[in-house]
């Protein structure tokens, strides 16, 4: 039997070596570069443990308090996503190269969506605090922003994995760009874009918590107040229910998500 | 048999393709078809079989040439007009190309949306006369009980024939066909082509397909062209074909066929 001769690329696996051999040497030098001390966090433990035992005693008066800016919270977190949503759909069919074949326009709309995917929500927190005030508002605008970055990319990247061909059909027919992506594209991608929002949503939920911290509402923000009055028997309560009400958006959403496959 | 007096409406004049990558598609393709043919092109994979039919419908761009379609150009149309041209040139496809998660309904109905605003027909507001005329391509292909289920639920063969009928609604005066019978089985196969024959002799569209089968080229074409390397090497109304011309056109020469 007579094989054809594999190039040396092939027959010792260098790509694979190679790179396992670059990420080694990039997680030592980087390990290097920090000086990381892993010690620091076993001698401290006992501060951790002092901690630990005053949220032990939660201050369960203080639980009713809770209940209104988690409620918001998660307002937040709804609205963002829907508005983020809505920007975004049109922005990932810009973007997308099998609906708009056109490199200049795909490639600069990416660009500019890649900007505002690198701004971090905490950043963009600080900034809408700064222009709209503390508040709700802020947070609303904060992950309305993170949103449509996340989302257009997650969707565009969607669109450019689904089958072509009837999308070269409805051109074949004489119908509009517009018709292509109604009746072909929309139908094939929308259970897979409906699990994306659902998961950006609990994204949401969870960066909405920290959002407060800035003073951007919900329930970051009283986190932040219990934490530096020391009231860490009320700390406890906050951190607890943000738990319930993570863990419970998580389950249903990805309840939801498994349905839809 | 076709009448010389008759007008082509199909008109090659010219039509060369040369890839981004280099290779040349197509060279100097001249041809006309006349209303009412039944047009096999058969060729060898590679032949440029495929890169033919998409020019006549603009899916792929020529680098040379021209294509009139019933006397107008769709080589130079743009926008509405090359909308317009596209409605009279209908396509089935050897993959089908149907949204498999929308409604058999909703797919043949896609054949008219070159005649609606976008708005009117993401609404789904067709006009009764237009669900009454898929109803009726349904019928045809003997699939109307199917009309609400998804497409993914139906057969190859099944699917095939709901392309066939959304090129029906289409009322286009030309079908193209790519290969519609390449991943169908032979029953089923006889089927589809049975479905373009009727709408070749019953409704009197111009047919034009690609076949691999020389079975059924010669049993449904009117005219056979045979295509090598990118160039017409044969073309014969079907009482002048013999088998050892169809021999031929394979076997001609055995380097060509290798691009893609």
Redesign the interface.
């Known amino acids: 039997m007579k094989l054809p001769k594999q190039t040396i690329v092939q027959r010792f696996h260098i790509r694979f070596f190679g790179s396992l051999i670059i990420l080694l040497g990039l997680l030592i030098a980087s390990n290097n570069f920090l000086k990381l001390d892993f010690s620091a966090l076993v001698q401290n433990f006992d501060q951790f443990l002092a901690l630990f035992k005053e949220m032990m005693h939660p201050d369960w008066k203080s639980a009713p308090f809770v209940v209104q800016p988690m409620l918001e919270t998660i307002q937040m977190a709804l609205i963002g996503t829907t508005l983020g949503t809505l920007l975004a759909i049109p922005a990932a069919i810009v973007a997308a190269r099998n609906v708009v074949t056109n490199k200049w326009i795909t490639g600069f709309v990416r660009i500019i969506f890649n900007m505002i995917r690198t701004l971090p929500d905490l950043l963009l927190a600080a900034l809408f605090v700064a222009i709209v005030g503390i508040g709700p508002y802020a947070g609303v605008l904060t992950l309305t922003i993170f949103s449509f970055g996340m989302i257009t990319k997650l969707f565009y990247e969607c669109i450019e994995t689904i089958?072509n061909?009837?999308l070269?059909?409805?051109?074949?027919?004489?119908?509009?760009r517009?018709?292509m992506v109604?009746?072909?594209i929309l139908?094939?991608v929308?259970?897979r874009f409906i699990s994306y929002i659902l998961y950006t949503f609990e994204i949401n939920v969870r960066a909405s918590t920290v959002l407060g911290y800035l003073g951007a509402g919900g329930i970051g923000q009283q986190l932040q107040t219990s934490l530096s009055q020391f009231r860490y028997d009320q700390t406890a309560v906050i951190i607890l229910a943000i738990l319930i009400v993570v863990l419970a958006i998580d389950g249903l959403s990805n309840f939801a998500r498994e349905r839809l496959q | 048999m076709t009448k010389p007096e008759l007008k082509p409406v199909i008109d090659v004049q010219h039509v060369s393709k040369i890839y981004d990558n280099g290779t040349s598609g197509l060279s100097d393709i001249n041809l006309q078809v006349k209303p009412g043919e039944f047009v096999v092109i058969v060729g060898l994979s590679g032949a440029g079989k495929s890169t033919l039919m998409r020019s006549l419908n603009r899916l792929h761009q020529v680098t040379e040439g021209h294509v009139l379609i019933d006397g107008r150009s769709i080589t130079e149309a743009k926008g509405r007009n090359l909308r317009q041209l596209r409605r009279d040139v209908a396509m089935i496809f050897q993959n089908f190309n149907l949204v498999k998660q929308s409604t058999v309904l909703r797919n043949v109905l896609a054949g008219r949306l070159g005649y609606y605003p976008t708005w009117q027909s993401s609404l789904g507001l067709f006009k009764e006369a237009d669900k009454q005329r898929a109803y009726k391509a349904l019928e045809r292909v003997n699939l109307l009980d199917k009309v609400y289920q998804r497409v993914d639920q139906l057969s190859g063969g099944q699917q095939q024939r709901v392309a066939v009928a959304r090129a029906f609604v289409q009322d286009p005066k030309i079908v193209l066909a790519d290969e519609p019978t390449a991943s169908l089985d032979p029953k089923t196969a006889h089927l589809v082509m049975n479905d373009l024959k009727s709408m070749n002799q019953e409704l009197g569209k111009t047919v034009v397909a690609n076949l691999h089968s020389v079975a059924l080229a010669k049993e449904y074409a009117t005219r056979i062209i045979g295509l090598r390397a990118g160039r017409i090497v044969y073309d014969e109304s079907i009482q002048n074909v013999t088998d050892a011309d169809l021999a031929d056109i394979y076997n001609g020469d055995s380097s060509v066929g290798e691009r893609q």
């Open positions: 089958d061909g009837p070269e059909a409805i051109l074949a027919t004489g119908g509009k517009s018709a109604m009746f072909a139908p094939q929308s259970s």
